[in-house]
């Protein structure tokens, strides 16, 4: 069965350097998200795209993330520099564009420790 | 903006004992999902809802979708130890989803 792929599963670093995150969504489908869930709360939308266009990206703190999808396949989130604060699961969720249909498949996500 | 809330928060049952947990929007939603997180896991989908009014059965679960579109419910009959993990329910306002704040249950053997 096909499956969402991030790398990597776990990242330590120190505050003030640059993180990257990666994610191969399920091949076909057009709508990639990247959610920030901290421990005990709900996934929170950072950004949306619709193949490699923005969708939304009102949640995401624009002075120090970024993400990108230039071939419409797989995308990159990157932060710089990393705050303690920015310690958390993120994940990477893909869906198909089927109407109204949106089963989201959601990666194993990275841990990331900011210290 | 749009908000999503859950209750109850965490929930505890015996074995066997039924479970309901509740998703309320701050605005009319087109549609609703749900998904369960294991310990340690990530969320997976159980079920999209989008009529009003709309009941939909998987086993031992039941999901309702409120007439104004801005309620939904979870209920889980005679729970089980499988069955333990946060439910999160997503809302769709326009294009995009907001979960919910998740209610975690535990299951008492």
């Known amino acids: 069965e096909a499956e969402v792929a991030q790398s990597p599963r776990y990242k330590i670093t120190e505050k003030s350097q640059a993180v990257a995150f990666w994610c191969d969504p399920i091949?076909?489908?057009?709508?990639l998200y990247w959610y920030r869930q901290i421990l005990g709360q709900g996934p929170e939308l950072l950004v949306q795209?619709?193949?490699?266009?923005?969708?939304?990206d009102s949640q995401l703190p624009k002075d120090r993330f970024s993400a990108e999808r230039l071939k419409g396949v797989d995308s990159t989130l990157k932060i710089q520099p990393a705050e303690l604060g920015d310690s958390a699961m993120y994940l990477c969720?893909?869906?198909?564009?089927?109407?109204?249909?949106?089963?989201?498949?959601f990666g194993p996500g990275t841990r990331l420790t900011v210290l | 903006g749009q908000q999503v809330m859950q209750i109850p928060q965490y929930q505890h049952v015996q074995e066997g004992e039924d479970f309901t947990t509740y998703c309320n929007s701050s605005t009319t939603l087109s549609n609703i999902q749900w998904y369960k997180q294991r310990p340690g896991g990530h969320p997976v989908f159980l079920i999209q809802l989008v009529k009003s009014g709309e009941v939909k059965k998987q086993k031992r679960l039941t999901f309702q979708f409120g007439e104004a579109k801005k309620n939904s419910s979870l209920h889980i009959t005679a729970t089980q130890t499988t069955d333990v993990g946060t439910y999160f329910c997503?809302?769709?306002?326009?294009?995009?989803?907001?979960f919910g704040t998740g209610t975690r249950l535990k299951v008492l053997a």
């Open positions: 997503a809302g769709r306002g326009t294009y995009k989803y907001i």
């Open positions: 795209f619709q193949d490699e266009s923005v969708v939304d």
């Open positions: 969720a893909s869906s198909k564009l089927a109407g109204d249909y949106n089963e989201q498949f």
């Open positions: 091949s076909g489908h057009a709508t």
